[in-house]
């Protein structure tokens, strides 16, 4: 009896493109399972004391009449 064949790659790359290769969805905020509690118990007293107003800074290119 012959030997079957293991493995080809014919008619992949036609499927794959049939609907085209799409890059992978960027979320808007990614998941914060599994890291670690210390640091994201500091990133959200960091981000609680971090809400800088965008008035009133005083950076100077503003015109004063």
């Given at each position: 009896?012959?030997?079957?064949?293991?493995?080809?790659?014919?008619?992949q790359?036609?499927?794959?493109?049939?609907n085209?290769i799409?890059?992978?969805?960027?979320?808007?905020?990614?998941?914060?399972?599994?890291m670690?509690p210390?640091?994201?118990?500091n990133?959200?007293?960091?981000?609680?004391?971090?809400q800088?107003g965008?008035a009133?800074t005083?950076t100077?290119?503003?015109?004063e009449?």
């Amino acid at each position: 009896m012959a030997k079957s064949k293991n493995h080809t790659a014919h008619n992949q790359s036609y499927k794959n493109h049939k609907n085209g290769i799409k890059k992978p969805k960027k979320h808007r905020h990614t998941s914060r399972k599994g890291m670690d509690p210390k640091f994201l118990r500091n990133q959200r007293y960091a981000r609680k004391h971090n809400q800088g107003g965008g008035a009133g800074t005083g950076t100077g290119s503003e015109q004063e009449s």
